[in-house]
């Protein structure tokens, strides 16, 4: 009776079961998946996306009326999230969970990792979202009335987006006290992504600090610790500007110009400020300081792609299809391998 128990309970431990009375009950999944997100040390926001990731799968699993996972189960669940038009980026988030999920039941109760080397989707190259030209901000810009409140709070968001290259959580996290002098420059520290304190900063020109300045000054802001933008909804009014809102702002403002396309919004703005820093001369160094990206190659596909862009063989196809091969350097060799062919 015992080595039957003993299998049974091998069998069902992470999901939910009925059991007999004296015998220890076995946790249901539900269970599992709560003391899994107990036991993450990372952000809230972090433990929030395992939340709904996990809740994702188990519903997943529920539709099937599959009580008994196995390997299958998840390279089955991966094809189904791709099935569902999800990007890659969200697929491989919805995987990763699930692995860490099984990953913590193999450490912590000695369970199958069933998951173990299953990958996510593979991720397109380059970036999911596309920077602004430079015409397309200097419209922007202009486009903005700055005769009111909301349009001086809405043209010094976005001109700091766009000359620092900030992420939108960055911003939404400072306050105006983070505004301090040092060399005689302006700067603003932020809270950089995966930091727990503000000990980043950009450098904020007179181009950038100037529109700040006139925002705080018709807001009739004084409290150092307030937030450096905030809400002027009803509801909210005062209120720190959350990251939604902020999106919402820079999309609107996109729409006004006639701008309406999934991959321009404002996480565009960071693409764009790192792209017209290296157009406009910063070494790739340079740039990944701006950005603050962990690794140079992420910067590198922005140098990658201004530069594909600037020496485009499109270019001289169209040159020699047209004839006006005057700009193409080695006519010649071109010319004389058509004769030998």
């Known amino acids: 009776m015992s080595e039957k128990v003993n299998k049974k309970t091998e069998k069902k431990a992470i999901l939910p ?3 007999k009375e004296g015998i220890a009950r076995i946790p249901s999944l539900e269970e ?9 040390d990372v952000r809230p926001n972090s433990r929030e996306s395992y939340r709904k990731g996990l809740k ?23 094809e189904s999230l791709k099935e569902s038009g999800l990007s890659s980026f969200s697929i491989s988030s919805y995987i990763v969970t699930v692995r860490k999920f099984f990953d913590w039941l193999e450490a912590t109760r000695g369970l199958p990792n069933i998951a173990k080397g299953i990958k996510g989707a593979k991720r397109a190259r380059g970036f999911r979202k596309d920077p602004l030209t430079l015409s397309q901000v200097k419209e922007l810009l ?17 001109n700091l987006l766009t000359r620092t290259g900030l992420r939108t959580i960055e911003v939404t996290r400072a306050n105006v006290e983070d505004i301090r002098q040092q060399g005689g420059e302006a700067l603003l520290w932020i809270q950089g992504k995966g930091r727990d304190d503000k000990d980043e900063f950009v450098l904020l020109t007179g181009e950038t600090l100037k ?3 006139e925002y705080l000054k018709a807001r009739g802001t004084t409290k ?14 005062g209120a720190r500007l959350t990251t939604r809102t902020l999106r919402r702002i820079v999309k609107d403002r996109l729409r006004g110009i006639g701008i ?12 764009t400020g790192i792209t017209l820093a290296l157009q406009a001369g910063a070494t790739v160094q340079e740039a990944q300081a701006l950005a603050r990206h962990a690794s140079i190659n992420t910067t590198l596909i922005y140098a990658h792609n201004i530069d594909r862009i600037k020496q485009a063989p499109e270019r001289k196809i169209d040159a020699l299809i047209s ?16 004769n030998t062919l």
């Open 142 to 158: 202009g486009s903005i009335d700055k005769a009111g409140l909301r349009g001086l709070r809405d043209y010094a968001l976005i």
């Open 17 to 19: 079961v009925k059991v």
């Open 224 to 237: 150092p610790e307030a937030p450096l933008f905030s809400s002027m909804s009803d509801r909210n009014g």
């Open 323 to 338: 004839g006006n091969t005057g700009n193409i350097s080695n006519i010649d060799n071109i010319s004389n391998t058509n």
């Open 32 to 40: 599992l998946i709560s003391s899994f997100i107990r036991a993450q």
């Open 56 to 78: 994702k799968f188990l519903s997943w699993l529920r539709i099937r009326e599959i009580t008994d996972p196995t390997r299958q189960t998840i390279l089955d669940y991966k």
């Open 211 to 213: 529109p700040i300045y």
């Open 260 to 271: 309406d396309s999934d991959r321009l919004t404002a996480h565009s703005l960071r693409h």
